[in-house]
């Protein structure tokens, strides 16, 4: 999907919301523990109850890795099930050597590929050649860690090179890269003080906010400055909305959660006149 078809997404359903589909066993509703594959039925009935609400999907590869080859395959079934009008993130966070990241392109890029998503989250710490792979599939993303959402951002992203953090350094380098139309950034809904100073870096670039909900960050205070002409926001929440309920009720409180901030960014678009 590209900027254009993003956005146009973004005005007509009103929302620049992202659903993290982060499942864990052990919360999954009892009810439906009696499905062949518990992980994928809950999947569906959350994406059945919230994709006319959001924008894009947010699977974290984690949640599916750590359950083997049944993980693998409930990624890839769950990936394909997400209507092609939603933008879908593979959360792998991959970088490495370029021939190696090569191969995690194809694997999370590939048309030809099993996944074929639209965009992967990649670690800026290896450099250029690391992630360059990742940028040769046309109107494919690659959306790379700038200041995370976590306590450790301090620990490296916070350092000062040239009088700037190491974040604005890895903003201002890997934006020459390429264009706005094929990287977005992360930068963690925890830090809303920064996003001035990052929209003085990338103007332009779309930034994946996760945070808001279970972490405590906010939506009001990351759109003040974190909106542009073009939106430019996506906000993940993910179990603020997935695990919003335990019981029979959980596709329908997911949908109650993802409609309150949908209604919130319904108000924040007209806002801006978008
Ligand atoms: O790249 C990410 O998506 C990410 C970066 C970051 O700085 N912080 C962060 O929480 N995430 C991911 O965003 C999701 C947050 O989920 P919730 O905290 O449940 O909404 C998880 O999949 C995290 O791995």
């Known amino acids: ?39 994928l039925e809950f999947n569906r009935q959350i994406i059945d109850a919230t994709q006319d609400l959001c924008v894009a999907y947010k699977p974290n590869t984690a949640f599916y890795e750590c359950l083997g080859l049944k993980g693998w395959e409930t990624l890839q079934k769950t990936k394909a099930y997400i209507p092609e009008s939603l933008f879908t993130i593979a959360d792998a966070k991959r970088g490495d050597i370029g021939n190696t990241s090569n191969m995690y392109a194809k694997a999370f890029l590939s048309e030809a590929g099993e996944m074929n998503f639209d965009s992967i989250t990649v670690a800026p710490y290896m450099g250029k050649d690391s992630v360059t792979p990742f940028l040769g599939f046309q ?18 992203q916070l350092l000062k090179h040239d009088d700037e953090f190491i974040f604005e350094h890895v903003l201002k380098v890997s934006s020459s890269w390429t264009t706005d139309e094929q990287m977005m950034y992360v930068v963690g809904a925890t830090h809303p003080e920064s996003f001035q100073k990052i929209r003085s870096i990338v103007p332009n670039h779309f930034l994946l906010v996760p945070g808001v909900g279970a972490q405590g960050g906010d939506l009001q205070s990351v759109c003040k400055y974190g909106l542009n002409s073009k939106c430019g926001l996506l906000i993940n929440a993910g179990r603020s909305i997935i695990f919003a309920s335990k019981g029979k009720d959980f596709a329908e409180k997911a949908r109650a959660e993802a409609l309150k901030l ?11 006149g978008l």
């Open 1 to 39: 999907m590209n900027k254009v078809q993003l956005f146009n997404q973004i005005q007509k359903k009103r929302s620049f919301l992202c659903v993290g589909l982060d499942p864990v066993m052990e919360l999954i509703p009892e009810h439906l523990l009696e499905f062949e594959n518990p992980v």
């Open 139 to 156: 109107d494919k993303w690659v959306i790379l860690l700038a200041l995370t959402s976590n306590k450790g951002h301090e620990d490296f």
């Open 262 to 272: 949908q209604v919130e960014m319904d108000l924040i678009l007209s806002a801006a």
